[in-house]
């Protein structure tokens, strides 16, 4: 992707099922848990570098001993950051008591971080301040152990107002306007009310309130807790959280937009965000992690037993697309394959483009995420080269010889390393002139790959605001002098926001709206945007339920091939010698590489969720209107 997203976070939750003595035996050290957490942690960087934190629960602790352990960070490298914090405590402890190395009792008692039950977050913020106190996970605190909540999610809530105004209604006073302190403060309002009843029956019962404390924990169900808050809930999440007596939870929204694999077996239960870093971190077979289905949740007791329990009724599968294209680990099988296939399916539209000269074609790609597509690209390239060999081979039957099969099988694609990030390359000039000089040289070029007679085949895996592939890429591109340029994405024209967890809430900063835009004014047609704005402030007096998706009608009028022709010229500036074509992915094929990932909103508009028309709807206004403002 040549442009920058802020988008997506990632979870890890590890629940150790065995008492520490056991891992210190097995594995040589108490902190099992806390090392695992760390590699879950690290391996998902890809999904957010803003800011990361951790927090643990110690089991069956006496009282007045500190249970639960938090560290948060927004350090240039927060997951490096907040481990180095958290070594440097232990080994203190450590080195100012000997007595505690040997004796797991003593560490559990006396140094922090070591504990049964482990939640990590690394984070992408989608908007607001980025400090340390937006940093997850959070913690809702109370003297009664089983109402301490700690949560952490990679989600995005598009009704957070009326949320909000529930619990306003509720009698509560939230300390702040935002989704993770909304929905915690949701569930926490549930639990307390859970707690509350159960104590009345135990009182009924006849138990003192400390007798009451373990019987409350044990009665507790948190699929009810869960039930109850989530009624409301319209976004796409995957919501973990854990509870200051031990139970833990991870709960997955009912269209599975947002990802959740986990775990388990007699030693441990693992949640993530990504199923491969599951499969490296704990060494075990892809078959072994499961999905966790849309609308339930794996709970796990402070007992250990773990369950898949329903929550919410599951709706039809919009688990994200883009997830698939760039934002998960390329190293999950099915992506991997996904995204070849993404290439592949590209072939029939290059050729075409190329009028079938691959002898004067160059392949190559923009780093890094596009590497896969680019794979599955040339192979099918290769593919088509030899069938056509082979058809050549059967008409020239009579005329075979060492030379001719030599030449038959000679043309292979060509490939080069073209485009080269420096990744070192920093533009911190604030003045627009400079720092545009300085973004231009983002990228490098493999000079004398290219010959002035080739067509530059160049893939991406998308192209949202196409801002580096204008001031950049493309210019740098244009100095090896070739015919043409073509730049392909692996992913259809991003037409519309996402509201689910990845910052792209404003139309405008869509290419490919833009396109239109530029369009419907040139060919005099700006009534279709006046309307389309009428429609989007009538659409919003309705209940979200009852709103649809106007804004589509601004991309009616045109093909896709009509948006990327416009594309193109947008791209090309005046100071760009070569012929720019842009070729995007269909949305039908798409489908047919990522069949289990249907959610395509970004590319048609379809939402999976009513809160999705009512940002699109606010957004087209905001646009409209000039107002810079989040839709949601």
């Not at 602790?61 to 960070?73: A, D, F, H, L, N």
């Not at 995957?238 to 031990?246: E, I, Q």
Request: charged share 30%; net charge positive; aromatic share 10%.
């Amino acid at each position: 992707m040549s442009d920058a997203l802020k988008h997506e976070c990632g979870i890890a939750l590890v629940r150790l099922l065995k008492p520490l003595e056991y891992y210190k035996e097995k594995y040589g050290t108490a902190f099992y848990g806390v090392n695992k957490m760390y590699l879950l942690m690290e391996k998902q960087h890809n999904r957010g570098q803003d800011g990361a934190g951790f927090a643990s629960i110690k089991l069956d602790t006496k009282p007045g001993q500190r249970y639960i352990s938090r560290v948060r960070s927004i350090a240039q490298q927060p997951i490096q950051d907040i481990f180095a914090q958290i070594n440097d405590r232990i080994n203190k402890e450590l080195t100012n008591h000997p007595e505690y190395n040997n004796n797991v009792a003593l560490q559990k008692e006396h140094i922090p971080y070591i504990g049964e039950v482990l939640l990590g977050h690394v984070r992408y913020g989608t908007f607001g301040k980025n400090s340390v106190e937006s940093v997850h996970p959070f913690l809702r605190q109370n003297n009664w152990m089983h109402r301490n909540l700690i949560l952490a999610g990679n989600f995005n809530m598009t009704n957070v107002k009326e949320l909000f105004k529930n619990l306003v209604d509720l009698g509560q006073h939230p300390k702040e306007y935002t989704d993770t302190i909304t929905i915690m403060e949701k569930i926490g309002h549930f639990l307390d009310d859970s707690v509350g009843k159960i104590y009345k029956t135990l009182k009924k019962e006849g138990f003192n309130k400390q007798e009451a404390s373990p019987l409350i924990e044990k009665r507790l169900k948190i699929s009810k807790v869960l039930k109850k808050a989530s009624k409301d809930w319209d976004g796409g999440y995957a919501m973990a959280g854990l509870l200051g007596h031990g139970d833990a939870f991870v709960l997955r929204d009912p269209s599975a937009i947002r990802p959740a694999y986990y775990f388990k077996n007699d030693e441990v239960v693992v949640v993530a965000s990504e199923r491969p870093v599951i499969q490296t971190v704990f060494n075990t077979a892809f078959d072994e992690i499961k999905e966790l289905e849309a609308g339930h949740s794996i709970i796990i007791k402070k007992s250990g037993k773990t369950s898949i329990i329903p929550i919410l009724e599951k709706k039809e599968r919009k688990a994200c697309s883009f997830e698939r294209i760039y934002f998960s680990r390329g190293s999950d099988k099915e992506i991997y394959l996904e995204r070849k296939k993404l290439g592949e399916l590209l072939f029939p539209k290059i050729l075409n483009a190329i009028k079938g000269d691959l002898k004067n074609t160059v392949f190559s790609y923009i780093p890094n995420t596009a590497e896969t597509s680019f794979f599955g690209l040339v192979q099918e390239a290769q593919k088509y080269i030899s069938s056509q060999a082979i058809v050549k081979l059967l008409e020239e039957k009579q005329e075979i010889s060492k030379e001719n099969l030599e030449k038959l099988f000679s043309l292979k694609p060509r490939i080069e390393k073209v485009a080269i990030k420096d990744a070192k390359l920093r533009t911190f000039i604030a003045d627009d002139a400079n720092r545009d000089e300085l973004v231009a040289h983002v990228y490098d070029i493999t000079y004398g790959s290219i010959k002035e007679t080739d067509t530059l085949v160049i893939i991406d895996d998308s192209i949202v605001r196409g801002t580096t592939l204008q001031k950049s890429i493309l210019k740098i591109l244009d100095r090896l002098n070739p015919k043409k340029i073509l730049v392909v994405s692996s992913a259809p024209q991003i037409r519309y926001p996402d509201c689910y967890g990845i910052d792209m809430a404003k139309m405008e900063d869509f290419i490919a709206f833009r396109a239109a835009i530029s369009l419907l004014k040139s060919e005099g047609k700006e009534n279709i945007i006046k309307e389309t704005y009428k429609d989007c402030l009538e659409e919003l007096k309705l209940p979200s339920s009852k709103m649809k998706n106007k804004v589509s009608k601004i991309y009616a009028s045109y093909t896709d091939e009509d948006i990327s022709n416009q594309i193109s010229k947008i791209l090309k500036e005046k100071e760009i010698k070569t012929k720019v074509q842009v070729i995007f992915q269909t949305v039908k094929s798409l489908h047919s590489a990522c069949p289990k990932n249907l959610g395509d909103w970004y590319f048609t508009g379809d939402y999976p969720t009513p809160g999705g028309n009512k940002v699109v709807n606010q957004s087209f206004v905001n646009y409209f209107e000039g107002t810079k403002k989040r839709a949601y």
